[in-house]
C-alpha cells in the first residue's frame, strides 16, 4: 500500500510538472464547456418554438434532455483524452531506464501498475469535477434528476476505467509514447465503432457485436438506469486491461 | 555474500553469459573488466533480479535472485548503465521517491537523504531539476540513488562513468570507503579503476570468465619469467655474453651502437632475484652500470593478452 501510494504521488507530480496534463484538462473543459452552451441554447430554442406552435403541448424536460446529450458528447471527447492520460505511464519509464529501477526496487509489479493506474483515474476524476461545475449550473436554474445525473457520471466513470486500462496496457508494450498513443486511440475507435457494424449484422453476430460496443453499455447509465450487467461488463474490461498490463510487465523481465 | 555458479543467459539464441561462477565474499570489492559487450551488464542485470538466467544459479546474502527476488531487492543497491533518473523531477524528491519505493521509514527519511547527498557530494543541487543537470552530476545523483536505504550490496554499472578527474577520484574513494560495510560489484573497462580500487578481479570476454585473481595475483600470473632491464656502459656482444653465463639466466637481449651505452633486456627464471648477480658481474667487467631495474606486468598487459588470446 505504502510502496503504491509512492508510485501514485510520483505520478500525479509528474502529471502535473509536465504540460500534458494542462493540456488535457484545458482541451477538455473548453469542450465541454462549449458543448454545454450549445446543447444548452438548441435546447431552449427548440422548446420555445414549440411552446409558440401549441400550449397545449407537453411540457418539455430541458434539464433531461441536456444531461443525456451533455454525458453522450462528454464520452466522445473522452475518446480523445484518454489515451493521452495513459500514453507515458509505461512508455515514459522505459525510454528513460527507470523501469530498471522499478524493477529492481523492493516493489511488485501489481504496486507499481496500481499506482499509475490509480493515479491515471485520479486525473480523470480531477476533469470530471471540472467539468461538474459547469453542469451544475443546471441544477440553479432548473430541477434535472439526481438520478440521471449521478447515473451518468458513473457511467462516464466505468467508461473511464475500462478505456484507462486498456491504454495502460498498450503503454506497456512501447517505449514510444507516440506509438502508445496512436494505438490506444486506433483501438478505442474499433470498440466504438462496433456499434455501427452491429447494425448490418443479424442473429448472434449483432448480440455479440452490441455486446462488445463500449459506448453501448453506456446509454442505460446516461437515461439513469444503473444496470448491473452494464457494470460488469465496464469492471471485467477494466480487469481484463490491468490483467494485460500484469502480464505485459512480467514478461519484461523475461523478454529485457 | 555473492554467489553465482554457473550462470548463462541466452539472448535470441545467442549467449550473452555463458558459465559464469564466482564468490564476493562480504565487505570484499570485486570488479568486472571487461570490453564493451563483454556480457558485464547482462550479469550484474541478473544479479539485481532484473532479468532472469537462462541456467545456473546465483544467491545474493543467501537469497536466490529467481526464487526469492524480493528479498534480494531489497538488499540491493544498483547503478545501471544509464543511470535511471527522471528528468523532470528535482534532486531532493528524485531521492526521496527511492527512499520511499525502498521502504525507508519516514521517519529517518530526510537525514538519510540529507546523509548520502553529502556522501555523493551533491548538496548543492539538491533543488535542482534532475534534466538540467550536468552529466557528471546525474551520474552521481544515480550513485546517491543507488546508496539509498544502506544495501548490504552495491552493484555499479561503471560508476565513474562521464566524470571529471576530480570527480572520479572522489567516487573512487567513496566506494572504497564503503567496503567493509558493503559488500561492491563494479564493473568498468577503465583498468586503473580496478587495480585502484578493487581487492578482486574478474575478467571476463565474450561472456565467460578469463581470469580471476587479485590485481597483482593477475600481474604476477601473467609474467611467466622475471624480467631486468639494465642500460650497460659497454659493447652489446660483450655485454650479452657475458650475462648469459650466469646461472638462472635463460635469454638476454642486448643492443647498442659502438661508443653509446647498450640497452639490455634480460629474462631469469621465475621466482628468482638476480638483480645483485647482474651488477655485480657488469662492474666486475669494468663497465659502467647505468641503469638496473625489474619489469613489472602492469594490469594492461594481463588484459590485453588475456582479451587477444580469447580470439
Known amino acids: ?256 | 555474500m555473492i554467489e553465482v555458479e554457473h550462470l548463462t543467459k541466452v539472448y535470441n539464441g545467442r549467449k550473452a553469459v555463458e558459465d559464469i561462477s564466482f564468490r564476493v565474499e562480504k565487505g570484499e570489492i570485486l570488479g568486472f573488466l571487461g570490453p564493451n559487450g563483454a556480457g558485464k551488464t547482462t550479469t550484474m542485470r541478473i544479479l539485481t533480479c532484473y532479468m532472469p538466467a537462462t541456467e545456473g544459479t546465483a544467491r545474493v546474502a543467501g537469497y536466490d535472485v529467481f526464487e526469492e527476488s524480493l528479498e534480494v531487492r531489497k538488499r540491493i543497491g544498483y547503478l545501471p548503465e544509464n543511470p535511471p533518473l527522471y528528468h523532470e523531477m528535482t534532486v531532493y524528491s528524485y531521492l526521496d521517491f527511492v527512499a520511499r519505493i525502498k521502504g525507508t521509514p519516514p521517519s529517518k527519511r530526510k537525514s538519510h537523504i540529507d546523509d548520502v547527498m553529502q556522501r555523493t557530494n551533491i548538496g548543492d543541487v539538491r533543488g535542482r531539476v534532475i534534466g538540467r543537470l550536468s552529466k557528471g552530476y546525474k551520474q552521481r545523483v544515480g550513485v546517491a540513488q543507488a546508496l539509498l536505504n544502506n544495501p548490504e550490496v552495491l552493484v555499479l554499472d561503471e560508476p565513474t562513468i562521464g566524470l571529471d578527474p576530480k570527480q572520479i577520484f572522489e567516487v573512487r574513494s567513496l566506494i572504497k570507503h564503503l567496503a567493509g560495510d558493503h559488500t561492491v560489484i563494479l564493473s568498468t573497462h577503465i583498468l586503473p579503476e580496478v587495480s585502484m580500487t578493487c581487492n578482486r578481479v574478474v575478467i571476463i570476454n565474450n561472456g565467460k570468465v578469463v581470469a580471476m585473481d587479485t590485481p597483482e595475483g593477475l600481474a604476477n600470473q601473467m609474467k611467466g619469467a622475471e624480467r631486468v632491464a639494465l642500460l650497460v656502459d659497454g659493447p652489446a656482444e660483450a655485454v650479452r655474453e657475458k650475462l648469459l653465463a650466469v646461472e638462472g639466466v635463460l635469454d638476454v637481449k642486448a643492443e647498442g651502437i659502438d661508443g653509446s651505452p647498450s640497452k639490455v633486456t634480460v629474462e631469469c627464471r621465475l621466482n628468482t632475484d638476480l638483480r645483485r648477480t647482474l651488477a655485480a658481474a657488469v662492474v666486475n667487467q669494468g663497465w659502467g652500470l647505468l641503469e638496473l631495474r625489474g619489469i613489472s606486468v602492469s594490469l594492461e598487459d594481463v588484459f590485453i593478452n588475456l582479451i587477444t588470446k580469447e580470439e
Open chain 1, 1 to 256: 500500500m505504502r510502496n503504491t501510494l509512492a508510485i501514485w504521488q510520483r505520478e500525479m507530480k509528474s502529471y502535473f510538472v509536465s504540460p500534458i496534463a494542462y493540456v488535457v484538462l484545458t482541451v477538455f473543459l473548453f469542450l465541454s464547456g462549449f458543448f454545454f452552451y450549445s446543447i444548452l441554447t438548441a435546447v431552449i430554442q427548440s422548446t420555445m418554438m414549440q411552446s409558440q406552435f401549441g400550449p397545449g403541448s407537453q411540457p418539455v424536460d430541458v434539464p433531461g434532455i441536456v444531461s443525456r446529450s451533455f454525458f453522450g458528447t462528454t464520452s466522445v471527447v473522452l475518446l480523445f483524452m484518454i489515451p493521452m492520460l495513459t500514453m507515458g505511464l509505461f512508455a515514459e519509464e522505459k525510454r528513460r531506464g527507470t523501469m530498471e529501477l522499478l524493477l529492481t526496487s523492493p516493489v511488485s509489479i501489481l504496486q507499481v501498475m496500481m499506482g499509475k493506474y490509480l493515479a491515471s483515474l485520479t486525473f480523470l476524476v480531477l476533469m470530471f469535477l471540472g467539468s461538474g461545475i459547469t453542469f451544475s449550473s443546471l441544477f440553479i436554474f432548473g430541477h434535472p434528476e439526481w438520478k440521471t445525473v449521478l447515473g451518468g457520471y458513473l457511467g462516464l466513470l466505468l467508461y473511464g476505467c475500462a478505456l484507462l486500462a486498456l491504454g495502460l496496457f498498450i503503454s506497456t508494450l512501447t517505449e514510444n509514447q507516440i506509438v502508445s498513443v496512436v494505438i490506444t486511440f486506433g483501438t478505442i475507435l474499433v470498440l466504438w465503432l462496433i456499434e455501427s457494424f452491429s447494425s448490418g449484422a443479424t442473429g448472434v453476430a449483432k448480440d455479440v457485436l452490441d455486446y462488445l460496443s463500449v459506448i453501448g453499455h453506456l446509454d442505460d447509465f446516461i437515461k439513469g438506469v444503473i444496470d448491473t450487467s452494464h457494470v460488469i461488463y465496464y469492471v471485467t474490461f477494466a480487469l481484463m486491461g490491468l490483467f494485460l498490463t500484469y502480464r505485459s510487465l512480467e514478461s519484461l523481465r523475461w523478454k529485457s
